[in-house]
């Protein structure tokens, strides 16, 4: 029996929801499913331009899974480029952090 997946940390809902080509390719219109956690990978590694390790913490995930979840994002994002699929943002294993979390303690007497 596989471990359960450890819910992933994102920082917000995405802004939308589909990037849709302006033309159809000759064999079609098709889609691809890009995960809200691989947009967030995406948006933390090449976006905000964070190492993989600081961006697997705020992700709560090991340096190797996001490492794998970046990968799979770049592979579905390259192919809705290259092929003029439709890039459907949506699904995952996700939940937004609890408030407060991966507050560093500064100084004395506790502040955050």
Known sequence: MPRPRKIRF???NPIVSAFIPDKIPPWGQEEVILSVEGLEAIKLNDYQGLDQ???SRMMN???QTFGRILAEARTIIANALVTGKILRIA????DMPPR???RHRHGR???F
């Open 61 to 63: 995930v090991s340096r």
């Open 10 to 12: 994102v920082q917000g």
């Open 109 to 111: 007497g506790g502040r």
């Open 91 to 94: 699904g995952g294993n996700f």
């Open 53 to 55: 390790e600081t961006a």
């Open 100 to 102: 407060g979390w991966g």
